[in-house]
């Protein structure tokens, strides 16, 4: 299942970060974040529990830029 979410980002390095990031989580199967659009894209795998998945990225995106957001 693949969702785009809009995001709150100030910086285009730690955009990257956050992609990077994304793409090697479990449940994840690809991800891209947008700088420029404030949107991020992510693939989740059909076993993957988006929720959980979601938190965990949400906390992993936080440490890359503490005043991160994002919409569900």
């Known amino acids: ?32 974040v947008n700088f420029m659009t404030q949107k991020m894209t992510v693939e989740f795998s059909q076993q993957a529990d988006e929720n959980a998945v979601m938190k965990k990225l949400i906390k992993a995106c936080k440490k890359i830029e503490p005043d991160f957001n994002i919409e569900f």
């Open 1 to 32: 299942m693949k969702k785009i979410y809009a995001i709150e980002v100030d910086c285009a390095n730690c955009a990257n970060l956050m992609e990077e990031t994304a793409k090697k989580m479990e449940g994840i199967e690809n991800a891209s």
